[in-house]
């Protein structure tokens, strides 16, 4: 068998493994066989056709964070304006000799390319690439952002997370609400205690939150 079909004839065997690593499908490979008698005489040749399918990359570990590295919807409720949300992610390509692309919609009108990420290794020659970029909202809403990288012969997958973003004194709101929910429900006096500093030490002196 003449495996890598470089015209030599280096695998033995009636029954042999064909590794499709080193093809970029999808494509048809006619791998040449030949067969020969043991006490000589020309030999017998044919090919056998091989289709070679193209696989998808596949995103994994797609993480979204704020500045702090709190993981959106996981650690931390929210984002705050005009402050770096971070998305990053692995990927994974079977097809070794695939080339990757990747965009960021992040929901607010702003699409990029990977071209423009702070970082991105395809997963050319190793299987495996990573990505990473940042983004700052400058309004509050709710954002629907979509990451999604494809191979060169069409394979693509994609990841989404919602973000919302709140202004530094929507988060102060949310935060004081937080604070009393948890004080009305504790029995501990310490730790309502405790809790009853945070939250003055939040508002400030006149409980508006004006000089917290």
Known sequence: WDLDVDGSFETPGSAVTFNANAFDGPSVVNVPAQ??????????????????????????QFRVTNSAGGQVNVDVPFVLTNVPVNVG???G??????????????GDGAVEAHTAFAAFDEAFGD????????????????YALTLSVTDDDGGADNEQAVVRVVTPEQAVTEILALLDATIAGTTDNNVRRDL??????????????SSG
């Open 35 to 60: 067969a020969q008698h043991p006490s000589g005489g020309p030999a017998g040749q044919a090919t056998a056709k091989v289709t070679v399918r193209n696989v998808a990359p596949q995103l994994t």
């Open 89 to 91: 992610a692995g990927f």
């Open 93 to 106: 390509d079977p097809g070794v000799l695939d080339h990757q692309a990747a965009t960021l919609a992040w």
């Open 127 to 142: 299987a495996t690439g990573a990505l990473s970029h940042s983004h700052r909202y400058t309004a509050a809403g709710t």
């Open 196 to 209: 009853e500093k945070a939250r003055k030490a939040l508002v400030g002196s006149n409980d508006q939150g």
